[in-house]
């Protein structure tokens, strides 16, 4: 996976992979504040086929609440990404933004710090959904 996000497949069907990333999101305190449905999205605008991909945008309130009060700008980095894709294979693979790597670019301690703090809630989602 890239620099900026940490992922990996997951087995299951996409739509239960879904499911299963949303509540495994709020078990650490993150809500699905929108749905972005880019396979829908490029097939209406473009005519393009491919295989389902969401983009869904998670926020955990305490976590942006904090980084709110740290930097005010900082909401041009939110919420956290995290992408539900399937391969042409039939792969279910899903990825999170890294909120170090992103949150990194504020260099301010209090932001470095709360950037290491989402970054462990969301490896802990992601290790939930490979148990």
Same mark, same amino acid.
């Given at each position: 996976?890239?620099?900026?996000?940490?992922?990996?497949?997951?087995? +299951? &069907?996409?739509?239960?992979?879904? &499911? !299963?990333?949303?509540? $495994?999101?709020? *078990?650490?305190?993150? #809500?699905?504040?929108?749905?972005?449905?880019?396979? $829908?999205?490029?097939? $209406?605008?473009? #005519?393009?086929?491919?295989?389902?991909?969401?983009?869904? +945008?998670? @926020?955990?309130?305490?976590?942006?609440?904090?980084?709110?009060?740290?930097?005010?700008?900082? #909401?041009?980095?939110?919420? @956290?990404?995290?992408?539900? !894709? *399937? %391969? &042409?294979?039939?792969?279910?693979?899903? +990825?999170?933004?890294?909120?170090?790597?992103?949150? +990194?670019?504020?260099?301010?301690?209090?932001? %470095?710090?709360? #950037?290491?703090?989402?970054?462990? $809630?969301? *490896? !802990?989602?992601?290790?939930?959904? !490979?148990?």
């Amino acid at each position: 996976m890239a620099q900026y996000g940490f992922g990996s497949p997951v087995k +299951g &069907e996409f739509g239960v992979v879904v &499911e !299963r990333v949303t509540q $495994a999101l709020k *078990q650490e305190g993150f #809500g699905v504040l929108t749905t972005i449905d880019v396979a $829908a999205t490029l097939k $209406a605008k473009l #005519g393009q086929d491919m295989p389902p991909y969401l983009i869904l +945008g998670a @926020c955990n309130p305490g976590f942006a609440s904090q980084a709110l009060r740290a930097e005010p700008d900082i #909401g041009l980095l939110l919420p @956290c990404n995290v992408v539900v !894709r *399937q %391969t &042409e294979g039939g792969e279910v693979i899903v +990825g999170f933004m890294d909120p170090e790597a992103v949150l +990194g670019m504020v260099n301010k301690p209090e932001v %470095t710090t709360l #950037g290491h703090q989402v970054r462990a $809630a969301l *490896q !802990r989602v992601d290790a939930s959904l !490979r148990a």
